[in-house]
DNA sequence: AGGGGTTGTTTAATTTATTAAACATGGTAG
DNA sequence: CTACCATGTTTAATAAATTAAACAACCCCT
């Protein structure tokens, strides 16, 4: 089991634009700290090194389970070049449209521009996926259910949750509604 | 973040069927030590910790990944409830808003709901960190540069790329610019 | 009842991490 | 060039973790 505490240190920190002293400084902590534990020259109490990743934040499972990620390519797209994603999701009531930025080889992130039409619900049997998910809604209202809570948004409300939980997005307003939301990793 | 390493090591000794000592023994480090941090009158060093977790055996990811579920969280977010992100943008020009889903404690997924003024910029030092960004715009215009790409994106549009490169932000029309952007990991 | 074995806890001495402040370097503006 | 930041590094003083050994409690056996 070996793992480079200072280096896996320094790299996130690195990662998050943070310099030794900004970050001691939104730890809690001394520069001089932060400088002796990058170097393996001090190991950190779990204590400190909980005050350290806060001021990242990240939690202590995040830090030790090191993994990384890849590189895309189109960076630019038209309205028109967005991804339909017809028919992908069963179960669906009702006119719903996916529009998704990009596909998603080798993608963490899936960006969605989503419409409902007056009565479009995603079904009785709700959504389950191994992500986080969040999204801002334009135009229009959805009422969103997530495990045994559920609510009305309008526009510029907002959501996120953990995307194991049972969910369902239903619009039972009179127009349609436009929302925008990100998932990570991706759903479909 | 709150983490009872104590009681996370006592769990997993006596899931073991390991008393004190015999931890201590294949540990190399003495049953007082794991009497203190069980007890949390102690924290120890990481090397400390990897140590004992070597008489179980067990991986510093493994003891930090406690399985149980997450706590319970706030998923529904009303307009004037996200999060301004004021002043955290060095070098921006102009009036430049950014308002961010929910705090990002132990969350992947960063969503904000930006606004640049006429003119508003995110300054010549352009933007790097290792995340991925997307975003759509809803209503103006916006110039985004991506190393050595550069292009205008009205609504509807959307963009995609790795934000190690080197990226920017320019209102260059005359009419205020609203865009939905999602970041994983997060940027600020 | 009394040993001998285990268990987890405590305490003074020691080792180690952490602090506070100085040092050295590099870039940038005047 | 000089002055001035900001960066990461080092060092003596302090705070904290770790040790080694003793302590108390419990169980089992004769």
Known sequence: MEFDVGARLKQIREQHGLSQRALAQRAGVTNGTISLIEQNRSSPSVSSLRKVLQGIPMTLAEFFSSDDLP???????????????????KGTVGQVS????GDLRSRNLQILHERYAPGADT???MLQHESEEGGIVIKGQIEL????????LGPGDA??????????FR???????ELISACTPPYL
């Not at 959501?159 to 369902?168: E, I, K, L, N």
């Not at 619009?171 to 509604?177: L, P, Q």
């Open 98 to 101: 996916f529009r998704q930025v």
């Open 145 to 152: 259910t997530v495990g045994d809570r559920k609510q009305l």
């Open 171 to 177: 619009n039972i307003g009179d127009v349609e509604c």
């Open 71 to 89: 590189p895309p390519e189109q960076i630019f797209f038209k309205g028109g070049e967005l991804i339909e994603l017809a028919g992908e999701l």
């Open 123 to 125: 079904g009785r049997t």
């Open 159 to 168: 959501y996120f949750f953990d995307s194991r939980v049972p969910h369902r």
